[in-house]
């Protein structure tokens, strides 16, 4: 960007009487808003009057051997400085800002400013002690760096003011810019943080939704029908049909369960009654075959089946386990007959 010379142009002689003289409008330059024309005739810069209808036929416009177009209105321009830090691998770029406006434009044109940055750059650079604010510290101490370069630039602009002759400059602000590098770190630091905060956000709303539907499952299916029809997912009619449904098929599982429970009470009573007639035709044969018999659990058999007869008096609780005797013809000797033994199978009866 040129400023505040935005262009400058040679002019060619006009020729012709004094009377007769007269430019042609096509050899100065049009002027843009804001600026000024200034002419150079010998060695002297005039400007033409700000404001007054251009007048090709005017004596310094005819008198001069090249014309500046000046910009007079107020700019903001900024300048940059690299500073070091601890790091060689690394620096800190310092970007000041300047309003700048024309107050003089023959001073201007004068001393050709095409572009006022180049002096306010050599102002900055003139600060010796400014790269010792940042020398100290890391690119990562960014933010302390800004406020010393801060303090810095205000206390030297006060100090040393910047000048440019024909020009009223003000030191507005200074401002340090994040490295490259470490922008791309940060950036990369902050979306995984934030895709990891996403992540986390995700994982507690499915983790709310889940309590919220285990809870309405706990409620039963009759609550979760009625907030299926608040919401129109389903209607009325088809909400009865499923509960109508459901109602049957529990009956159905209650009584298979019932059916289910009384098949294996028999089964498991007919098993035991097996076993005890097994036990009963055991001891037959021991008593049979002349083995000793347990009386007592002789007498639990008879008692679970139902037939127990008495024995007589003092057999099976008193007497102790003995060998018994064949039975004899003679049934009606009671003296051969041994106290507390089985003498046949018609006795078990």
Wanted: one cysteine or more; proline letters at 6%.
């Amino acid at each position: 960007m040129n400023y505040p010379v935005i262009a400058e142009q040679v002019l060619d002689t006009v020729q012709g009487s004094w009377w007769s003289r007269r430019r042609r409008r096509d050899d100065v330059p049009s002027l843009p808003p804001g600026a000024v024309y200034v002419f150079r005739i010998g060695g002297t810069y005039r400007a033409f009057p700000e404001g007054m209808v251009f007048d090709p036929s005017h004596p310094d416009v005819l008198d001069a051997s090249s014309v500046s177009l000046v910009d007079t209105r107020a700019r903001l321009v900024e300048v940059e400085r690299t500073l070091p830090s601890v790091s060689e691998a690394d620096n800190f770029t310092v970007r000041a800002s300047f309003t700048c406006q024309v107050t003089d434009p023959t001073v201007i044109a004068r001393q050709g400013t095409v572009d006022v940055a180049s002096p306010l750059r050599a102002y900055l650079l003139g600060d010796a002690d400014l790269p010792m604010v940042s020398a100290g510290h890391r690119v990562e101490e960014i933010n302390a760096v800004r406020a010393e370069v801060s303090r810095r630039m205000t206390a030297y602009s006060a100090v040393v003011p910047p000048r440019v002759a024909g020009m009223s400059v003000e030191f507005v602000s200074a401002e340090v810019s994040t490295v490259e590098s470490l922008r791309a770190w940060e950036e990369k630091v902050r979306d995984v943080h934030r895709d990891g905060r996403l992540s986390q956000f995700k994982i507690d709303l499915e983790t709310q939704n889940a309590a919220r539907i285990a809870e309405l499952l706990t409620q039963g299916p009759t609550h979760a029908d009625a907030l299926s029809i608040a919401r129109e997912e389903i209607g009325v009619t088809e909400a009865a049909a499923r509960i109508h449904r459901t109602s049957e098929e529990q009956d159905a599982r209650r009584y298979a369960a019932a059916s289910a429970a009384q098949t294996h009470a028999q089964a498991q009573e007919t098993a035991e009654a097996q076993m005890r007639r097994d036990m009963a035709l055991t001891l037959l044969r021991e008593v049979s075959t002349g083995g000793f018999v347990d009386y007592q659990l002789l007498e639990q058999v008879l008692l679970d089946t139902g037939a127990r007869r008495s024995i007589g008096p003092g057999t099976a609780a008193d007497t102790p386990a003995a060998k018994s005797t064949p039975p004899t013809p003679q049934a009606s000797a009671p003296q051969d007959r041994r106290e507390g033994f089985v003498q046949s199978e018609d006795d078990l009866l």
